[in-house]
């Protein structure tokens, strides 16, 4: 069975550009959370999205956004990319119930220049 | 945001050595959870925990619910080269809709 899958592995933006980042969640799975990465830091809740829904963002700006297909893949979108946008971008997915955890995907690095 | 309190920040081991990590909060969970994240690589998860005071072994990491509810431990025995990472803990609070609370991490080195 296939994991998540996420492209591309690597992105490169200059300030200003905007930035479309892919998953694919494990087959069965219907919901898709993005998370952001600094370098060397923790985890940063992104997005939530459920049965082509938004379900929860985290504090981000509206610059940021996505949508999930009926397919339940996803799209992370980031607007007018600043340099602080600089990241790993993790995608994972879950089936439903609470003994479903989260599986993630190796991620979109992103640089902005 | 809220975020769990995972302690040590960072580890110096030697291989053979055991080593333990935990996460505390002050709010209760229902759910802990924990990762492994390898440079370049998403997080994979460990073990999963659902039961205060549940004990819970994969291979030789052992991780535990704490009976308050309030954290939970990992433990790595007799450590090797592969070993070397970042571990999460994450946590699930009642009715939060499956919002993780996750820590900050603790990075594995080994010693020269």
């Known amino acids: 069975e296939a994991g998540v899958t996420q492209s591309p592995t690597h992105l490169i933006k200059t300030r200003g550009q905007q930035a479309t980042l892919r998953c694919s969640p494990i087959s069965g799975h219907t919901s898709v959370y993005w998370y952001q990465q600094a370098l060397g830091l923790g985890l940063q809740f992104l997005l939530w999205?459920?049965?082509?829904?938004?379900?929860n963002r985290g504090n981000f700006p509206p610059r940021f956004s996505g949508r999930q297909f009926p397919n339940y893949s996803s799209e992370l979108n980031v607007n007018a990319l600043e340099l602080e946008d600089s990241a790993l971008y993790l995608c994972?997915?879950?089936?439903?119930?609470?003994?479903?955890?989260?599986?993630f995907g190796n991620g979109t690095r992103l640089t902005v220049t | 945001g809220q975020q769990l309190n995972q302690s040590p920040q960072s580890m110096f081991i030697q291989e053979g050595e055991d080593v333990s990590m935990n996460c505390t909060s002050s709010?209760?969970?229902?759910?802990w959870l924990w990762y492994k994240q390898d440079p370049g690589e998403g997080p994979v998860l460990l073990i999963a925990?659902?039961?205060a005071g549940e004990l819970t072994s994969n291979g030789r990491l052992t991780a535990q619910f704490g009976i308050t509810r309030k954290d939970s431990f990992l433990n790595i025995s007799a450590s090797i080269p592969s070993d070397v990472g970042i571990y999460f803990c994450?946590?699930?609070?009642?009715?939060?809709?499956?919002?993780?609370?996750w820590g900050a991490g603790t990075k594995l080195i080994i010693k020269p």
């Open positions: 994450a946590g699930l609070m009642m009715d939060s809709n499956y919002q993780l609370i």
């Open positions: 994972a997915s879950r089936l439903g119930g609470r003994h479903s955890p989260l599986h």
């Open positions: 709010s209760i969970f229902n759910t």
């Open positions: 925990l659902y039961k």
């Open positions: 999205y459920d049965e082509g829904e938004e379900r």
